[in-house]
């Protein structure tokens, strides 16, 4: 069994890693793009790749010592199915903050000219899309992520526990796919907040955390009153 401090040692560092990795692909990307006037960069399937690959392996890296939350959406999943105490969420999440925002001001220390990169790298609105319509799409995405994550992780009865990184990863990965040109598919209100609060960049900010949030707490309750309890049961 680890100790608090250690769980929230794996949270700050893997919270830290997924925010740098998807965050700093942007910044690379808008790079690429700049200096090589639009013939080179990574595209939004680069993009979608690294964050979904440092989720996936941040979860089977650090999984087996804190739960690998990385992201307070699914830790309010396991509180709201009384997985986690409201003390342990609350520190959880501290972690989790100050992860995400290390690594975005971490990635302003950059010997190139990445302000603006990193205010790129806060997820935003595309035109025409409503507040309403990025708390949906976040959500939407979110509430598979979370459930993707009870389905693979917290079901002991699961037969892909051992793979259970690669289909959370797979889970960012398509959700950035889909919602990357539509409100920056943060699906983590970690990854929103760190390059806000390293930019100070805080436009339509309620978005990446009411959506995210819902979705956490649906996919929580519903598998959890689904599933779980059923086996409980039976």
Not at 53 to 73: C, D, E
Not at 195 to 213: D, F, I
């Amino acid at each position: 069994m680890y100790s608090k401090p250690q769980k929230l040692v794996a949270e700050f560092a893997g919270t830290f890693a997924i925010v740098f990795f998807a965050v700093g692909s942007i910044c690379a990307d808008q790079f690429l793009r700049t200096s090589t006037n639009g013939q080179a960069g990574l595209g939004l399937l680069g993009t979608a790749l690294a964050y979904g690959l440092a989720t996936g392996i941040m979860v089977t890296a650090l999984g087996h010592i804190s739960g690998g939350h990385f992201n307070p959406a699914i830790t309010i999943g396991y509180w709201v199915t009384r997985k986690i105490s409201t003390f342990d969420t609350v520190t959880y999440w501290i972690a989790q903050l100050a992860g995400g925002f290390l690594a975005a001001y971490l990635l302003r220390q950059l010997p190139v000219d990445v302000w603006g990169l990193v205010q790129l790298g806060t997820p935003a609105l595309a035109t025409g899309i409503t507040r309403a319509n990025g708390i949906i799409f976040e959500g939407v995405m979110t509430f598979f992520l979370v459930l993707v994550v009870f389905a693979t992780f917290v079901d002991e009865g699961s037969p892909f526990n051992r793979v259970s990184g690669f289909a959370i990863g797979l889970s960012v990965t398509i959700g950035t796919l889909f919602g990357g040109p539509f409100t920056g598919a943060a699906i983590n209100p970690a990854r929103a907040f760190g390059p806000a609060l390293a930019s100070n960049h805080w436009v339509n900010h309620g978005v990446y955390w009411l959506g995210p949030l819902a979705g956490g707490v649906a996919a929580g309750w519903l598998y959890d009153a689904l599933f779980l309890g059923k086996k409980s049961e039976s």
